[in-house]
């Protein structure tokens, strides 16, 4: 597995002792052409097409990631939930790993989201998940990562950075095409959205732009 630098490492090569308007226009530009390519990608393969079926079809899904790549997870949940039932955060509170494992069922779908550098209880609770006969949908940032061979579906996208941290852009790009797919595949997807905005409306959740 290709090493991956720590953010220290990265601070010390790409951000220590520059500029704040030469660092600007170095992240500026990096993440430009980060994004063409993730356009690129994202336009000429189809593991995004394959992920958002697998999830669509599943009876319930499990969205899984540690450190970093929770807030990845949580975006995902939230998007997808919308437009889907049986959506769930492992967040380890709410929903901890050992109540998914030991209730595996068939239909169920296991999407794990992670990125460098990759957390042990992120890749164990996947390769449990896996081998009490789950499925699992992978989204991660190398092709050599942890649990890609165990995967049904791998969605492999970078994040090249110019920074001290990983670049989040084409993470977001990624995760808002799958969610759009996914809610677009799904047949009650618009119902229940219109109910969702008529419970809103009911709760008086958000404050009228005037």
């Known amino acids: 597995m290709t090493a991956h630098p720590s953010p220290a490492e990265r601070f010390e090569r790409n951000v220590q002792r520059r500029s704040a308007q030469v660092l600007k226009h170095r992240v500026l530009e990096q993440q430009r052409t980060a994004f063409g390519k993730a356009l690129s990608?994202?336009?000429?393969?189809?593991?995004?097409e394959q992920a958002a079926a697998r999830i669509v079809?599943?009876?319930?899904?499990?969205?899984?990631?540690?450190?970093?790549?929770?807030?990845?997870?949580?975006l995902l949940a939230a998007d997808l939930s919308a437009g889907l039932s049986g959506v769930h955060l492992v967040d380890g509170a709410t929903v901890r790993p050992l109540d998914v494992l030991g209730d595996i069922r068939q239909g169920d779908l296991l999407v794990a989201v992670a990125m460098s550098r990759y957390r042990r209880d992120t890749v164990s609770t996947a390769e449990a998940y896996v081998a009490h006969g789950?499925?699992?949908?992978?989204?991660?940032?190398?092709?050599d990562a942890p649990l890609t061979e165990l995967a049904s579906t791998r969605i492999v996208i970078g994040t090249d950075t110019a920074s001290?941290?990983?670049s989040p852009t084409s993470v977001v790009l990624v995760l808002h095409l799958l969610a759009t797919l996914t809610i677009a595949s799904s047949k009650g997807a618009g119902r229940r959205l219109h109910e969702r905005d008529a419970l809103a409306a009911e709760l008086d959740l958000y404050v009228d732009r005037t």
């Open 41 to 48: 990608w994202a336009a000429e393969h189809d593991a995004i």
């Open 134 to 143: 789950g499925e699992l949908v992978l989204i991660t940032d190398a092709d």
């Open 57 to 74: 079809s599943a009876r319930r899904r499990f969205l899984l990631g540690n450190g970093k790549s929770l807030s990845y997870a949580s």
């Open 164 to 166: 001290y941290a990983s």
